[in-house]
C-alpha cells in the first residue's frame, strides 16, 4: 500500500500568547458587542496557550477590506507553502522532479488560477504535475487530503504525491461582524501550512514508518448549518454551532467502530488517536464517547495549546508530531469534523522499524 513518506510544518515568526490576543479581542468587541465581559473567558477556556498567526498581532486592529485579506492570502501562503514544500522534499530525500501530482487544500482565501497553480510555477515543479485543489472542507480537508492523496498512489504505484494544506484563518476575521460566533472564533482560529508526500510502494524498500490502510468519508444529512462560512461582501463570516459537541458526542464512536469493523478492527486495536482537535469541548466530546483509556489525545492536545485551531492543518501538525516525537507500533487513526457537517477517517499502520 501507499505510505506517508515525509511531514512538514511551519512555525510562523508572529506567534502570539493568548493572553494577548485575549485583550485585543477585548478592546476591539467590548464598544459594540454587549456580551465581551461575560464571554471573554472563553479565551481562558479553550487551553490555548498560543495562537500561529501569519501577521503581527497589531496588525488586526487595523482596517483591512476583504480584497486586501485575500490578497495576503495569496501572497502568504506561496511563500510558505514553498517553505514547507521544500522542508518536505528534503525529509523525504527526493527532487522536486519526482513529484507526480500536488493536492491543495484550504478553505481560507479564494485564488484563480488556485494556488496549485502558483506554487508549481514559482517553483519550477514538472509543468506536467496533476493538479487537484480541494477547496471548502474545512477542518476535515487534512484527513480527506491524505485519503485523496494515497487513492492518487494506488492507482499509480510510481505516484509521488505532495499534499498541502494552508489555512489562514486570522486573515477571515471580519472586524465589523459583532456576533458571538466571530467572537468566539476570534479566541479558537489561527493559522497552519503543512505538506505532506505520499509515495506509491513501487517506492518501497523497507517498511514505512506510515503506511495507507483504508479510509472514510461521510457527511450526515441535514446539518448544513452546523458548520461553515457566510459570504458577505466583507468577506467571510464564521457560522459554527455550539451544538458540535453533541454531534460527535451522538455519532463519532458509532462512525468508527462501524469503519474499523470493515478491515476487521475495533477500536482497541488503535494505538495512536491523530485527531484535529477543534477545541477543548470538543476534545472532552471524543473523550467521553470514546472511552479510551489514557490521555490518548495528549498529542491532539499538545498541537491545539501551542497552535490554536488551524483548520485543515491542524491534524497535519498532529501528524507530524506523532511521527517526529514517537508513536506506538500498531494502528493510528486519522479523524476530522468538518462543515457539511461531515467526518473524514484515515487508518494508518505504523511502524519504528
Known sequence: MPYIAATSTINFPYKTEQQAVKAQAHALFSANFPQTDRL???????????RNFCKPLDWYAQPTTFE?????????????????????????????????DILFV?????????MDALIINSMRLNPHINRTPIWGLGCGGG?????KAN?????????????????????????SDYSKSNFIGSSLFSDGVAACIIKGDAHTT?????????????LYYDSLEVMGWEFKDTGFKVLFSKDIPTFIHENVKHDITEFLQKQNLQLSDIRNF???????????????????????????????????????????????????DGFEDGYGLMMAMGPGFSSEMVLLKLSNN
Not at 151 to 171: G, K, Q, W, Y
Not at 278 to 289: F, H
Open 40 to 50: 471573554i473567558f472563553a479565551f481562558d477556556n479553550t487551553e490555548i496557550l498560543t
Open 68 to 100: 486586501e485579506r485575500n490578497n495576503d492570502y495569496q501572497t502568504i501562503t506561496l511563500e510558505y507553502s514553498i517553505k514547507a514544500i521544500e522542508d518536505c522534499i528534503a525529509k523525504a530525500g527526493i527532487v522536486k522532479e519526482e513529484i507526480t
Open 106 to 114: 484550504s478553505t481560507t482565501g479564494l485564488a484563480t488560477p488556485s
Open 143 to 147: 484527513v480527506s487530503g491524505v485519503a
Open 151 to 175: 487513492t492518487i498512489a494506488i492507482a499509480d504505484p510510481n505516484a509521488v504525491v505532495l499534499l498541502v494544506a494552508v489555512e489562514l484563518c486570522s486573515l477571515t476575521l471580519i472586524k
Open 206 to 218: 523497507a517498511t514505512p514508518k506510515a503506511a495507507y490502510v483504508a479510509a472514510s468519508s461521510k
Open 274 to 324: 491523530i485527531f484535529h482537535p477543534g477545541g477543548k469541548k470538543v476534545l472532552e466530546a471524543y473523550a467521553d464517547a470514546l472511552q479510551v483509556e489514557g490521555d490518548f489525545l495528549q498529542k491532539t492536545r499538545e498541537v491545539m495549546n501551542d497552535n490554536g485551531n488551524m483548520s485543515s492543518a491542524t491534524v497535519l501538525y498532529v501528524l507530524d508530531k506523532f511521527l517526529s
